[in-house]
């Protein structure tokens, strides 16, 4: 199984980014999507989730969005109104089952892709 992240880059404050995040690989089913992201001497934190429930993090709630496509194995990150303090590498996550034998669900990360907020 394969996390793709694509869509990170350098913007200014005040400005917006798009993340996308392919799965692919032996999938049966995903239960859970979503992002992390880790700033410089800090941990690795979620920034939002969506499985059963949509989750985010209090500190993008109102500016980030999360969505997924179930069809595509995709899920976006929609973020607007970026700071400073977002710059971080931001992670794709998923909670999957690669077959329909397999009894529990793994979790799959991405390479990370870097969000640089900055005038």
């Known amino acids: 199984v394969q996390l793709v992240e694509s869509g990170g880059g350098l913007v200014q404050p005040g400005g917006s980014l798009r993340l996308s995040c392919a799965a692919s690989?032996?999938?049966?089913?995903?239960?859970?999507m979503g992002w992390y992201r880790q700033a410089p001497g800090e941990q690795r934190e979620l920034v939002a989730s969506?499985?059963?429930?949509?989750n985010y993090a209090d500190s993008v709630k109102g500016r980030f969005t999360i969505s997924r496509d179930n069809a595509r194995n995709t899920v976006y990150l929609q973020m607007n109104s970026l700071k400073p303090e977002d710059t971080a590498v931001y992670y794709c996550?998923?909670?999957?089952?690669?077959?329909?034998?397999?009894?529990?669900?793994?979790?799959?990360w991405g390479q990370g892709t870097q969000v640089t907020v900055s005038s």
């Open positions: 996550t998923a909670v999957l089952r690669s077959s329909s034998s397999q009894t529990y669900q793994y979790r799959y």
């Open positions: 969506s499985g059963g429930s949509i």
């Open positions: 690989g032996s999938i049966f089913s995903i239960s859970v």
